[in-house]
C-alpha cells in the first residue's frame, strides 16, 4: 500500500476490516499467458502480505476477517504469512480480538485478560501463530472446550540413538500425539522406526542394517533432554541406550535453544499510483531554469525567443535572458518551446463512472468518483495536458456536478482536486437526454421541448424549495421549536447554486433552436450559463452566445457521426472566436485529450487563426471557461508552474511533450518515461520468474485474463453505450 493511500485512510480516523485472501500466483510459463497479466496484478500478488504490516506501521487500527477465503483453514497461516512479511505478534493479536470487541461495542466484556472480564481464552502450548503451537483448549465464558489432551507433549526434533555403543540418529517428526519416528543408519541409509510416545515414556524398534531380519527393541523415559532406558539387541542382548536431543527435525535451532528472528522476503518497490508507469518517488517542486527556449505566454509579451523561465516554489518566478538563481536544476530549451500546460475543458478521464440515469441527478459530484490510477491520466501528461474537468455524463438534462483537478499522477484522488476552485454542474441537450438511440426508453423526456420543461420545473422547484426554509426560518424560535422541519433536498439546493452563482453550468449541446432556449431560461431565471460544450450549431448562434456572456467549448472537426450534428463544420470554433466568444476546443475522449495542441491546431487550418490564438484554445481560453485563469493558462510571473516543454513546435504533428510540469513538479518527463518502461520490463521478468518458483514449490496458480478498459464518454452507462456514434 503506497503512502499517499495511507495517508488518507489514515486521516479518515476509520478502523479497517481487512482480509487475509492473497491472490494466487499466476501461471506464466507460457510468455503469452504472462503477457496477459499486468505489472499490477503481478506486484498484488508479491505485496498483498505486506499490507498489515503497512498499516501497523503507518498506525491504522484494523480488525482481520476470514472473508473472501476459500478455505477457512488457510485463516491462521495467512496472517502468520503477514507476521514474516513484518506485522507484529502483537498487531495481530490485537487485530482478532480488541480491535473487532471494540467495533461490536462489547470490549468491556471480550477481547483481553482481565479482571471481571468473560471467561473466553485459549490455552495452547506456545505463541499461538507460532506454526508448531498447539491448541489444547478453547474456554468460553468460563466453559472449556479441550481440542487437545493438555499433557501431549511435543517430542518432534533430532536426536543422537546410543544403543550399547552403537551411534544413530533418531528422527522425530509430527503433530505431538501423532509422532513418526526414523533411524538413519549412517549418511545414506534411513529406516522408519516403529514408536510410541506416552506421557514420560517411549518404546521404540528398528532394523539395525537393511539386510537384518530382527529389530533392536528398546524401552525407556524422559530425561530433560531427551530419552534413557533398557532395550534388546536383534541377538537377544539387553542393553542401555539415550537418545539426546541435537535440533529440530528439519536441521534447523531448537526452538529451546532460543531460536533467530526471521528475516522478511525481500519484496519489490511500492509504486505510485500502483500500475505501470508508477513513480517509486512521487514528484517534488523543484526550482529550475528552462533556458534559451520559446516562450508562448499568452500574454501580452506574445511569443518570446530565446528566453528563460525560473519556476520555484512551484510558480513562475522570473522570465527573461540570462537569468540564474543558487540551486537550480538548468534545462536546455534550446530549439525547443514552452507553453503553458493544456486544459481540457471537456473530459471523462479519472472517473470510475459517468452516468446516472435519472432527469435530474445535480446532487451527484464526479469528485466523490475519482480514480487516480487511470492510466489514460499518464497518457494525457505524454501529451502536454496538465489540468482538465472530469464531467458528468449527458444521459440526463440535469447532470451531475464535474471536478476540477490538474493531473498529480501517483497522488490519491483528493489531491487531484484544485483547491478553492469555482463548482460547476453538467446540463445536456438533445439525442442522449431525450433517448433518441433507445426507442424503448420510457423515460421523461422524450421531445427538446421536455427537455426545456425539466429545466423551468427544476428552477421552479428550487424558488419554492427556498421559500420553505425562509418561511421555517424566519419563524420566532418559539414556533420554530414545534414546527416541522422542511425535508432537506440535495437536487432543489444544486438548482439554487446555479441561481445564487455559487454552482455554475456547462451544458452537452449541439442544435441551435436548444442553444438558444437555454440561454432564455437562464436570462428568465436571472442567470447565465457559462459554458456550451461540444456546440456544433455554436456558428449559427454565436452573436447571441456574445451577447448572452456564454464561452463555447467546440471539437474542432468532427461531424455526422448522429443526426443532430449533420451540420457541423470545422470553421465553428474561428467563428465563435471572432464573434467575441471565449473559445476552446476540448476532448471528450481519453485518446483525443493527449492530442489536444493537434486538434488547436486545425483552427489555424480552418478559418485561418493566428497560431496564438490556436494554443489558446486548449490552455487559457479554458481556464477562463473553469474560472482558472488568475492562476494558469499563460506564463506570467506569479502564476502556478503548470507548463510544458515541447519538442517542436507546439501545434506541430511532430511536437512530443518532453517535460509536462504541474505546480513545479515533473511529473512526466520523456527520457525518465523511457528508462522507466526498461525497469518495469525488468520488474516483471523478476515476479514472472518468482511466479514460476512458486508454482514449482506446490503453490496454486491461477490463469491471467485479458481485461480491456473502459474509456468513459459523455453517453456511457455502466461502461456501456447508449449512442454508438457519439464520442
Known amino acids: 500500500?503506497?503512502?499517499?493511500?495511507?495517508?488518507?485512510?489514515?486521516?479518515?480516523?476509520?478502523?479497517?476490516?481487512?482480509?487475509?485472501?492473497?491472490?494466487?500466483?499466476?501461471?506464466?510459463?507460457?510468455?503469452?499467458?504472462?503477457?496477459?497479466?499486468?505489472?499490477?496484478?503481478?506486484?498484488?500478488?508479491?505485496?498483498?502480505?505486506?499490507?498489515?504490516?503497512?498499516?501497523?506501521?503507518?498506525?491504522?487500527?484494523?480488525?482481520?476477517?476470514?472473508n473472501g477465503l476459500r478455505k477457512v483453514s488457510d485463516f491462521i497461516p495467512n496472517i502468520r504469512k503477514a507476521i514474516e512479511y513484518g506485522l507484529s505478534e502483537t498487531a495481530a493479536l490485537q487485530a482478532l480480538t480488541t480491535t473487532?470487541?471494540?467495533?461490536?461495542?462489547?470490549?468491556?466484556?471480550?477481547?483481553?485478560?482481565?479482571k471481571g472480564m468473560i471467561a473466553n481464552f485459549l490455552i495452547t502450548s506456545g505463541k499461538i501463530f507460532d506454526e508448531k503451537t498447539i491448541i489444547y483448549e478453547n474456554w468460553i465464558q468460563g466453559k472449556p472446550y479441550g481440542i487437545k489432551p493438555l499433557d501431549t507433549k511435543d517430542f518432534s526434533g533430532n536426536y543422537r540413538l546410543t544403543v550399547s555403543g552403537s551411534n544413530y540418529t533418531l528422527e522425530v517428526t509430527g503433530e505431538p500425539g501423532a509422532h513418526k519416528a526414523r533411524v538413519k543408519l549412517n549418511d545414506t541409509t534411513a529406516v522408519d522406526a516403529q514408536a510410541t510416545f506416552k506421557e514420560n515414556l517411549i518404546t521404540l524398534s528398528f532394523k539395525p542394517s537393511a539386510k537384518e531380519s530382527g529389530t533392536i527393541?528398546?524401552?525407556?523415559?524422559?530425561?530433560?533432554?531427551?530419552?534413557?532406558?533398557?532395550?534388546?539387541?536383534?541377538?537377544?542382548?539387553?542393553?542401555d541406550w539415550t537418545a539426546t536431543r541435537t535440533g529440530d527435525a528439519n536441521g534447523g535451532t531448537s526452538a529451546r535453544s532460543g531460536s533467530?528472528?526471521?528475516?522478511?522476503?525481500?519484496?519489490g518497490k511500492v509504486i505510485y499510483p500502483f500500475i505501470a508507469h508508477g513513480y517509486s518517488t512521487l514528484p517534488v517542486a523543484e526550482t529550475m531554469i528552462i533556458k534559451n527556449t520559446t516562450v508562448w505566454t499568452n500574454e501580452a509579451e506574445g511569443i518570446l525567443q530565446n528566453t528563460d523561465v525560473l519556476i520555484k516554489d512551484g510558480k513562475i518566478a522570473r522570465i527573461g535572458k540570462n537569468l540564474s538563481e543558487p540551486g537550480a536544476r538548468i534545462i536546455d530549451g534550446t530549439g525547443k518551446h514552452l507553453t503553458p500546460g493544456i486544459i481540457d475543458e471537456h473530459s471523462h478521464i479519472a472517473t470510475a463512472s459517468v452516468n446516472d440515469v435519472a432527469t435530474n441527478s445535480g446532487m451527484v459530484r464526479i469528485g466523490d468518483n475519482i480514480d487516480a490510477e487511470n492510466i489514460n491520466v499518464y497518457r494525457a501528461l505524454a501529451g502536454?495536458?496538465?489540468?482538465?474537468?472530469?464531467?458528468?455524463?449527458?444521459?440526463?438534462?440535469?447532470?451531475?456536478?464535474?471536478?476540477?483537478?490538474?493531473?498529480r499522477w501517483g497522488e490519491a484522488p483528493e489531491n487531484y482536486k484544485i483547491q478553492g476552485a469555482d463548482r460547476f454542474i453538467k446540463f445536456a441537450l438533445g439525442e442522449n437526454v431525450k433517448r433518441t438511440a433507445n426507442p424503448s426508453s420510457i423515460r421523461y423526456p422524450q421531445t427538446r421541448m421536455g427537455v426545456e420543461q425539466v429545466y423551468v420545473d427544476a428552477f421552479t422547484s428550487a424558488l419554492e424549495y427556498k421559500k420553505k426554509w425562509d418561511a421555517y426560518n424566519s419563524l420566532p424560535a418559539k414556533e420554530k421549536a414545534l414546527a416541522i422541519k422542511p425535508r432537506r433536498d440535495l437536487a432543489d439546493e444544486a438548482m439554487l447554486d446555479i441561481l445564487n452563482k455559487k454552482l455554475f453550468i456547462t451544458c452537452h449541446s449541439y442544435v441551435q433552436s436548444e442553444i438558444n432556449m437555454l440561454m432564455k431560461v437562464a436570462e428568465r431565471f436571472n442567470f447565465r450559463v457559462n459554458t456550451f460544450t461540444h456546440i456544433l450549431e455554436g456558428y449559427k448562434v454565436a452573436d447571441k452566445m456574445a451577447k448572452h456572456g456564454v464561452a463555447?467549448?467546440?471539437?474542432?472537426?468532427?461531424?455526422?457521426?448522429k443526426w443532430e450534428v449533420r451540420y457541423a463544420i470545422p470553421y465553428n470554433a474561428a467563428i465563435l472566436t471572432r464573434a467575441g466568444v471565449v473559445t476552446a476546443i476540448n476532448s471528450d475522449d481519453a485518446e483525443m485529450g493527449r492530442r489536444l495542441n493537434q486538434e488547436a491546431a486545425k483552427t489555424v487550418k480552418y478559418g485561418g487563426l493566428s497560431?496564438?490564438?490556436?494554443?489558446?484554445?486548449?490552455?487559457l481560453n479554458p481556464a477562463k471557461m473553469l474560472h482558472l485563469d488568475n492562476q494558469m493558462g499563460s506564463i506570467k510571473v506569479g502564476k502556478s508552474a503548470d507548463v510544458v516543454l515541447w519538442s517542436n513546435h507546439p501545434l506541430s504533428v511532430y511536437a512530443k511533450a518532453e517535460k509536462t510540469i504541474i505546480d513545479g513538479k515533473v511529473y512526466f518527463d520523456l527520457e525518465k518515461d523511457l528508462q522507466n518502461r526498461k525497469e518495469q520490463e525488468a520488474e516483471r521478468a523478476r515476479?514472472?520468474?518468482?511466479?514460476?518458483?512458486?508454482?514449482?514449490s506446490g503453490a496454486p496458480t491461477q490463469r491471467g485474463e485479458a481485461r480491456s478498459q473502459v474509456m468513459f464518454h459523455c453517453e456511457d452507462v455502466l461502461g456501456v453505450e447508449f449512442n454508438d456514434h457519439e464520442h
Open 552 to 561: 463555447a467549448s467546440s471539437f474542432a472537426d468532427w461531424w455526422n457521426y
Open 217 to 239: 527393541r528398546l524401552s525407556g523415559w524422559t530425561e530433560s533432554n531427551g530419552w534413557k532406558g533398557k532395550g534388546q539387541l536383534v541377538n537377544g542382548q539387553w542393553v
Open 384 to 407: 502536454g495536458v496538465v489540468a482538465v474537468q472530469i464531467l458528468h455524463g449527458s444521459a440526463n438534462p440535469i447532470g451531475g456536478q464535474s471536478a476540477l483537478v490538474k493531473l
Open 260 to 267: 533467530q528472528e526471521k528475516k522478511a522476503p525481500e519484496v
Open 1 to 66: 500500500m503506497n503512502t499517499s493511500a495511507l495517508n488518507e485512510i489514515k486521516a479518515t480516523k476509520a478502523t479497517l476490516i481487512v482480509p487475509v485472501n492473497y491472490p494466487d500466483a499466476y501461471d506464466v510459463d507460457d510468455p503469452l499467458d504472462a503477457a496477459r497479466v499486468s505489472l499490477a496484478e503481478m506486484k498484488h500478488w508479491e505485496l498483498a502480505p505486506t499490507n498489515l504490516a503497512a498499516l501497523e506501521k503507518a498506525g491504522i487500527p484494523f480488525a482481520i476477517t476470514a
Open 687 to 696: 515476479l514472472i520468474q518468482k511466479m514460476k518458483d512458486a508454482k514449482r
Open 611 to 619: 497560431e496564438e490564438e490556436a494554443l489558446k484554445t486548449v490552455t
Open 100 to 114: 473487532p470487541a471494540r467495533l461490536i461495542g462489547i470490549d468491556s466484556q471480550v477481547g483481553s485478560l482481565k
